[in-house]
């Protein structure tokens, strides 16, 4: 895949058309065709697992902010606001599934140079590790959200996973959250439902990801 950027760096910040980044030169033309490439590979995925849409809908929308920076790190990261530093573009869509509230949220972001992408990742990495409650930032917001781990199986990717459980709104809630890195690509997912998840649904949707993002690279 191509890296992309609006705003180089080489040595010093360049508003200007191009700019030498690993042996290659990209360009604000290029910043917009990446954006437009993710954009088309959420559209046309393949391989959703079975009862989910294939149509791809506007941007997640967190059901609460949360109080802890941690956490809306990551809930940010997937719908479609994700780490700055370096970031090229991004898509955003959202599947809805059969069972009660049943939705799948995916946030993609382009990173340029080398190490762009492996570094937010990581921060993201972080951003799981300094989540263990999600609780909502409003004057007297009851939601809640506890994190435990989630095992997932090989998906081809670099992955982090983690479950939310709790109530949001008074109902019980679940949450799986997902972060892989892709090339200069970091992908994050949430898959949710009043009805708790099936992780090996989440495990399907992160495959699909991984392979959709991974072939852009090819």
């Given at each position: ?12 910040i360049v ?15 290029e ?23 294939a149509?791809?809908r ?15 790190i ?5 719908a479609?606001?994700?780490?700055r ?26 990173y ?14 972080d951003a799981?590790e ?8 409003a004057?007297?917001?009851n939601?809640r ?7 997932l199986g ?8 983690r479950?939310l ?7 019980p809630?679940e949450?799986?959250?997902?972060v ?12 949710a ?6 992780a ?19």
């Amino acid at each position: 895949m191509r890296i992309i950027q609006v705003v180089v760096m080489c040595g010093l910040i360049v508003v200007a058309g191009a700019c030498g980044v690993e042996g290659r030169t990209y360009t604000r033309a290029e910043s917009s065709a990446e954006a437009a490439r993710l954009r088309t590979a959420l559209a046309t995925l393949d391989g959703l697992p079975e009862g989910f849409s294939a149509r791809a809908r506007e941007s997640w929308r967190p059901p609460f902010s949360p109080r802890k920076k941690a956490c809306r790190i990551l809930f940010d990261a997937a719908a479609g606001s994700p780490p700055r530093d370096g970031l090229g573009g991004t898509a955003t869509a959202t599947f809805e599934g059969d069972h009660i509230g049943e939705l799948a949220g995916v946030g993609l972001a382009v990173y340029t140079g080398g190490g762009g992408a492996s570094e937010r990742l990581g921060e993201l990495r972080d951003a799981m590790e300094g989540c263990g409650t999600a609780r909502s930032g409003a004057m007297g917001g009851n939601d809640r959200l506890v994190a435990t781990e989630l095992a997932l199986g090989d998906v081809g990717a670099d992955v982090e996973a983690r479950r939310l459980t709790g109530r949001v709104g008074g109902y019980p809630y679940e949450m799986h959250l997902v972060v892989a890195g892709v090339g200069h690509t970091v992908i994050a997912l949430v898959h949710a439902g009043l009805t708790p998840p099936d992780a090996g649904r989440t495990e399907e949707l992160a495959r699909s990801l991984v392979r959709e993002v991974g072939s852009l690279d090819s």
